[in-house]
Structure formats: C-alpha cells, structure tokens
C-alpha cells in the first residue's frame, strides 16, 4: 500500500502561477500550476488565470484550494512540486 504524501499546512502565491507550499513533514516546495492552465479560458481551472484570484489560493483540506472550489489532488501537489 502506498503511504499518503504529506499535507499542505500554508501556501503563498508567487509571482508567474507558483505556490510556495509547506508541507506538515516541514518541507517548503513549488509547485507551478501553469500546466494545469494551458487551454484552461472557460474551463475548470480557467479562473485562476485571473491573477487576483489565483492569489485567493488558501488551504482546503489536506491541499490548496480557491474560491470556486478549484483545487489540486494532494498527490500532484507533493509529487509534482520541487524542494525549495
């Protein structure tokens, strides 16, 4: 059985569509959200190109989530990030 990855504790927008995200084993990583947002106008994640709302970003659960509910899998945000 594969282990849960860890959980985002606090997450900061940065500029160019990356959150600074720390995670609850202490790990600080990035994780760009621009390839979720190719071909994303008028789509799921479309709002986020919007860069007032994409800095809306706030913890939701055991990941980062928006206003309008639009988040990232837990695994993806652990996994497809890099350590700062």
């Known amino acids: 059985m594969k282990p849960n990855p ?3 504790k606090t997450v900061m927008p940065l ?3 990356r959150l600074l995200i720390e995670f609850d084993n ?3 990583r990035i994780f760009d959200v621009k390839p979720l947002l190719v071909n994303a106008e008028g789509k799921w994640f479309g709002e986020l190109l919007n860069e007032s709302y994409f800095k809306m970003v706030r913890i939701g659960g055991l990941s980062v989530e ?3 509910e639009q988040d990232i899998c ?3 945000l652990y996994e497809d ?3 700062v």
Request: with cysteine; net charge negative; aromatic share 16%.
């Open 81 to 83: 990030s890099v350590p």
């Open 15 to 17: 500029d160019d569509y």
């Open 26 to 28: 202490g790990e600080k």
């Open 74 to 76: 837990p695994d993806c």
């Open 66 to 68: 928006w206003p309008h």
């Open 6 to 8: 860890p959980f985002a």
